[in-house]
């Protein structure tokens, strides 16, 4: 299963008939077309590349050329139900203050990436290479990834920042990390909010 | 399919009321059509011009159009599609009344007894054309730079006429150092003493003077430090080393000075201090109270575009557009183009600035 449908499917689960959704980093919109037309969200989205703006664009989509890495000062707060940050975390210079500026504009953030501690990864380290896998498709050299992160990181990290951080699993359900996650998983699906927001 | 029109409206008895409190009459405007008006009329877009721009936005080989590679037969602003409506703005002198059109209650061109108008008095201008042309609303206004203040306008104005709008290197205030460029250009002009207070129509001599200074000025403002050094560097025009004189010797002092020499055969130097006026002048905020109160009636959707070399109206200023209507949970995208041009770059072709545009519209 591709790591689209994956989280599509998890989207497609989770995210509630009209919610109001930004996607950060949304690409050519695939994600956002796709809710809009399943679960008719009013969608938004932000990136960085103008051919991905030009293409949102021509789909119909509302759309944002910016590096969210600079923030989301332009969004006021509280503007959305759900920020989608797919395939980014690891590639933003200030994680943190994404993920504070995640949950500033949205109630939820959902949010994947390449799990480092999964399996395959630890086996080729052990033999003295680093990872190239599918979830990790590049060599050192050319990797736009500057961040190595492990599911235990990202939850040690949210226990810190006092935001809550559950594992979404491919029913759309959210359950605490079990011990086998940080293990079996090859990408860390998580739906975070602040502490003390109703589940 | 190309045709040129004049419009006169507004009477003694029912003026056009302008935001300064005087009034207006009889008002011209004339302007240009590209393509045809559907029979339900919901094809309309209407082009504003920037401030020495006019209403030739498309052209043929031998007339060129400002907008050329935007519009046209299956350009990004399809002509086989819209009827592209473009409007001489009141004010300038391109055939719309401005200071050079002749005061009824004189008998003799206005001069500067012309009221001071504003992008507000512009677009109530082009609102009372297109109701004259039974247009009952605009699929897009679209433009660059003054052009955008007035597709800003519109959506505050006529906040349910206007379906969408798309505002290119644009802001919805000048920073106080446009302000002052264009203030350095009213001033060239007005001590000239050729201007001779505005009254120097039919007269032999005229302020040709200020008006080149007040372009060379304004013509600075539109490109970029990058773009100056690709184009001029420090090159010599003709010397192969200085003169040590003070004749025009560097590049970019020949082409200021060839810029500035063209204009004055085809542009008014009172329209020139009427319309940086009315530039200076355009502040939503200030007009309707706040950017938010603006915006908030108005059902447009919106594409704001800026230039990333842009200094005179910098992307900082879009996105404070952009951010204004994105707190109004206004449907609107924005993209800053990169481009070395500066201010300017939404005149040059630029397939980045087509597609965009065509895809939104």
């Known amino acids: 299963m591709s790591l689209d449908t994956a989280m599509f499917d998890r989207l497609l689960h989770h995210i509630p008939q009209g919610a109001r959704v930004l996607d950060l980093g949304c690409g050519n919109g695939d994600a956002l077309l796709m809710l809009q037309e399943k679960k008719q969200v009013l969608g938004y989205g932000i990136d960085i590349e103008l051919p ?3 293409a949102c664009i021509k789909r119909g989509l509302a759309v944002y050329h910016g590096d969210i890495d600079e923030g989301l000062q332009e969004l006021g707060s509280n503007r959305f139900d759900y920020a989608l940050l797919s395939q980014t975390l690891q590639q933003v210079r200030h994680p943190k203050r994404v993920l504070s500026e995640m949950l500033r504009v949205a109630q939820y953030g959902l949010i994947t990436f390449p799990n480092f501690a999964h399996w395959k990864n630890r086996l080729q380290l052990i033999t003295g290479i680093t990872p190239v896998t599918p979830a990790l498709p590049y060599q050192w050299y050319n990797t736009p990834n500057i961040r190595v992160i492990t599911i235990s990181d990202f939850i040690k990290m949210c226990q ?3 935001i809550e951080a559950n594992i979404l699993r491919e029913n759309g359900q959210f359950t605490p990390l079990n ?9 860390g699906f998580f739906r975070i909010a602040r502490k003390g927001q109703p589940s | 399919m ?3 029109h004049l419009f006169t409206g507004f009477t003694q008895e029912s003026p056009l009321p302008l935001d300064s409190g005087a009034s207006l009459y009889p008002v011209a405007i004339s302007y240009e059509t590209f393509g045809t008006l559907s029979a339900s009329k919901d094809n309309v877009i209407l082009i504003c011009h920037a401030l020495t721009g006019n209403s030739h936005v498309s052209g043929s080989p031998q007339l060129p159009g400002w907008w050329d590679h935007l519009v046209g037969p299956q350009k990004a602003i399809d002509t086989n599609r819209f009827f592209v409506i473009c409007s001489n703005v009141i004010g300038g002198c391109s055939g719309s009344t401005g200071p050079s059109s002749i005061n009824p209650a004189t008998g003799v061109p206005y001069g500067i007894q012309f009221p001071v108008i504003t992008i507000g008095d512009m677009v109530r201008a082009q609102h009372a054309l297109l109701t004259a042309m039974e247009i009952p609303s605009l699929h897009a206004v679209i433009g660059g730079s003054m052009g955008g203040m007035q597709a800003l306008e519109w959506a505050a104005m006529y906040p349910t006429y206007v379906k969408s709008v798309v505002a290119i290197a644009c802001t919805a205030r000048l920073s106080p150092q446009a302000l002052a460029f264009d203030s350095v250009g009213r001033h060239a002009i007005l001590s000239d003493p ?3 207070n505005g009254f120097y129509y039919g007269l032999d001599i005229q302020p040709n003077r200020g008006l080149a200074i007040a372009r060379m000025i304004g013509h600075i403002t539109y490109l970029s430090e990058e773009s100056m050094r690709l184009k001029f560097g420090r090159n010599l025009q003709q010397r192969s080393d200085y003169g040590y004189d003070f004749s025009t010797e560097f590049q970019v002092e020949s082409y200021l000075q060839y810029q500035g020499d063209k204009f004055v055969n085809r542009f008014d130097a009172n329209s020139y201090l009427y319309l ?6 355009f502040d939503l905020h200030k007009k309707y109270g706040s950017l938010e109160i603006a915006f908030q009636e108005s059902h447009a959707h919106f594409l704001i575009i800026s230039i990333s070399s842009d200094w005179l109206y910098p992307p900082h200023q879009s996105k404070e557009l952009v951010s204004t209507l994105m707190k109004l949970n206004k449907w609107v995208s924005y993209a800053n183009l990169e481009s070395p041009y500066g201010h300017d770059a939404f005149l ?10 065509g895809s939104f519209v």
């Not at chain 1, 011990?179 to 990408?187: A, G, I, P, Q, V």
């Not at chain 2, 940086?276 to 002048?281: F, H, I, P």
């Open chain 2, 194 to 196: 050729n201007w001779n």
């Open chain 1, 179 to 187: 011990w086998t996650d940080n293990l079996l998983s090859e990408y």
């Open chain 2, 276 to 281: 940086t006026k009315a530039v200076n002048y």
């Open chain 2, 2 to 4: 190309v045709t040129s």
């Open chain 2, 348 to 357: 040059i072709k630029n397939d980045q600035l087509s597609e965009l545009i």
């Open chain 1, 160 to 162: 810190q920042e006092q």
């Open chain 1, 52 to 54: 991905n703006i030009q």
